[in-house]
């Protein structure tokens, strides 16, 4: 009997420790959460899919009037820009203008003042009065030449004094004009000791670098000017974009705070030369200044091109992570993988993608993308 009962206890215990480990396990299956994740995979319960709005779909081959969306800034080309200085030196006697300010061509923009100006004045009326000397000096031993009354060799002196004094006089008057005095109008009652700096075109003043009272040099920048007449729209466009893009498109630019008002314009040069990021530049005119586009300024661009064959999600199945582009493809039994894929044209809320292993026949995440990829990153962060 007594081997009965501790025959009877040890089956108990047996069966008693094989029975806490099964238990342990359910405990533990029962505790996990419903999203499991690494680092590209997301597993997400069916209740979980329906209270964010997961749908699941395939892409579609579509024909598409492809909108190339590209971004850019507003740009001027070098010779539209003027840096304006002064071939001499002198002090800022006056000047009223202020960056963004609009000029007129022959506008006065600043004045100087200088004792050189007074010397140069000088020296030209000086210079002028001793060739009217030399003229008549000239005349006189050519005079006396012809008559055997003076010697050749004097009358040739009275000619090269002559054209000494010419060529003195017509440097002078060449000085005078390109400090904006007209040498034809100088009096000796009208000597000035200021002289204007003048506007060479109509446009916009960008720059200011002068104070009233400063010492400007003939190589410092006096102002900064914009010629708008040749403002133009610099696009950026991926290397795979560059075959649907050729100069004489249209394009219609448009900013982040009135995307509703375009400014046409036309594709003029498309660079050859790509950068660190296999993107080139593509150079457009505007059709019509507007005083809304500044230079600098970020915008953007929609060019219309060849419609083609492509394979296309809604936007909403796009994600974007760190510069690069993803899609979820389902894996089945809730599992969702991030999958990285190449964009292309957008067109009436339809995303071209292009990736390997990828068709019209994947199934992947087509609604509510971003809630996985927040699933993910979230669970990176906290892991």
Excluded at 214 to 237: C, G, R
Excluded at 282 to 310: D, T
Aim: proline share 4%; glycine share 4%; net charge negative.
């Amino acid at each position: 009997m007594k081997n009965y009962i501790i025959t009877c206890l040890s089956l108990l215990l047996i069966a008693s420790c094989a029975q806490a480990p099964e238990e342990k396990t359910a405990e533990l299956e029962s505790a996990q959460p419903d999203t499991h994740v690494t680092e590209q995979m997301v597993s997400v319960s069916n209740a979980q899919q329906q209270s964010v709005g997961i749908e699941v779909g395939t892409p579609q081959m579509e024909n598409i009037s492809a909108v190339l969306s590209l971004q850019g800034k507003i740009d001027v080309p070098p010779q539209s820009t003027i840096s304006l200085s002064f071939p001499l030196g002198g002090y800022l006697k006056s000047t009223n203008m202020l960056p963004g300010m609009h000029v007129r061509k022959g506008q006065i923009l600043a004045e100087l003042e200088d004792m050189q100006f007074i010397q140069l004045q000088q020296d030209y009326l000086t210079a002028k009065e001793k060739l009217l000397l030399a003229e008549s000096e000239f005349n006189r031993q050519k005079d006396l030449n012809a008559s055997k009354a003076s010697s050749d060799r004097v009358f040739q002196q009275a000619r090269a004094e002559l054209e000494t004094q010419r060529i003195l006089a017509s440097a002078l008057s060449q000085k005078l004009e390109v400090i904006g005095i007209d040498p034809n109008k100088l009096r000796a009652d009208k000597i000035s000791r200021s002289v204007s700096v003048v506007s060479p075109i109509n446009g916009f003043v960008s720059k200011v670098n002068v104070n009233v009272g400063k010492y400007t040099a003939p190589t410092d920048m006096l102002f900064e000017l914009v010629n708008p007449s040749d403002i133009h729209l610099v696009l950026n466009v991926f290397e795979k974009d560059l075959s649907a893009l050729s100069v004489g498109q249209r394009v219609y630019a448009y900013t982040n705070a009135e995307p509703d008002q375009k400014f046409p314009a036309e594709i003029i040069l498309i660079t050859k030369s790509l950068d660190e990021d296999r993107m080139a530049e593509v150079h457009c005119h505007f059709e019509k200044y507007s005083p809304a586009l500044v230079p600098g300024m970020f915008i953007n661009g929609e060019v219309s091109i060849s419609s083609k064959k492509a394979l296309t999600v809604p936007e909403d199945a796009l994600v974007r992570w760190e510069n690069k582009f993803y899609v979820f493809t389902d894996q089945g039994s809730g599992k969702f993988e991030m999958v990285n894929v190449k964009p292309g044209v957008i067109n009436a809320g339809k995303q071209q993608i292009e990736a390997s292993g990828i068709d019209d026949t994947t199934r992947l995440v087509v609604k509510n993308a971003y809630a996985l990829l927040m699933k993910i990153k979230n669970t990176e962060k906290d892991g």
